[in-house]
């Protein structure tokens, strides 16, 4: 197999898969048939270029992906392409991690931006009504998609660049590995319904019910969770999601680390949570994400 497939230097559930330049070369070629126009406009055209991501790795990408996504001791994939030639640019970037993402599954439309998937910069300075472009504060521990009604199974986030960037370390933490777990997903609370709802910019119309806790196919604990958008009906679903938060924060057990430009994070969102340690100040700080979230096939 001509795919590098390594444990993470910070955690053996991690799966780190190195994509040399000499396979990022090959995909040039598929690459330019596809404009970011195209794929965007196009849904069939992503299928076509994940499909010739697939083929360099003589069909073992697909693959690997889904086992590591889906098995629930690994769960996390890095995707780290060697991307230190300037011809492996942004664009480059975006139809790789649309590959990537087509490889596993559907991408859920992104109200954010009105696409399939989002681009975003954290800043010095932010007007925006979520931690998530806070470059200063961190990013607790959460689950994506817990406000809107699609399924989220798996999230991609790549990091497109960043300059003049000191902390904003990638934090991760997978729920069996949790000093709480037991305790907390076994709470009558936590298997209650909350309410979910969403700030302005996130263009999400309505709320959503659902509990905090749920369990997948095989009994174990699965969680759908971020502190800014449940909103407590009484004093006991608010003490609940005090003490959840607190319990996440204080884990010794969450994997940080920093992740290389160009890296793409491949997660479950059922049974992993991430978030971002916060950033030292620079007023010339500049990390540009790429996100897209989605379903399995
Ligand atoms: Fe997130």
Redesign the pocket.
Known sequence: MNLEIIDHSASKRIQSIKVKEKELEKLIFPFNKHSIQSLEYKPFSRFSLAKSIDDVFDGNLSKTLNKILKDRNTGVAIIEPDIKNSKFDKDFLVKLSTGLAYLVGLPNFDLMTDKYYARFYVKHSDSSDSY?RKAYRN?DL???GTFVKEKTDW?L?TKMEETNVKGGESVLLHLDDWEHCEELSSDPVGKQNFVWSSPKSKNVGYKVEHPVFSKDGSGKPTISY?DQFPEPKNMEQGLFLQKLSDALEESKNKIIFPLTPGSTIFSNNYFWL?GRKPFKKNINLSRELL?IRGVFF
């Open positions: 998530l990013l959460h689950t994506d999230l986030m971020i991430h996100r």
